[in-house]
């Protein structure tokens, strides 16, 4: 499975990020939250146990403003899944 994949019916793309530090369901919110509010995004799924965080955006993403992002919510964005 590719890290960035289209799907047909939107045209939406979807990307799943690795994000070290994640322990728990805040961890999980803030790291939503921060890269939720990047333009384009229509959803953001963060799960603390795999480290994987799967977004889906009109548009792929600058991955330098995913990874700003996933900064200011006090994590480390290690690459794509």
Not at 35 to 49: M, T
Not at 58 to 66: C, G
């Amino acid at each position: 499975m590719t890290a960035e994949a289209r799907t047909s019916e939107s045209n939406a793309v979807t990307t799943v990020y690795q994000v070290t530090g994640m322990t728990c369901g805040h961890c999980e919110g803030a790291v939503a939250g921060e890269i939720g509010e990047l333009p384009g995004v229509s959803s953001v799924q963060a799960v603390a146990a795999t480290g994987q965080v799967t977004v889906v955006s009109a548009a792929p993403l600058d991955e330098q403003a995913v990874r700003a992002a996933v900064d200011e919510a006090g994590y480390e964005l290690t690459g794509r899944a």
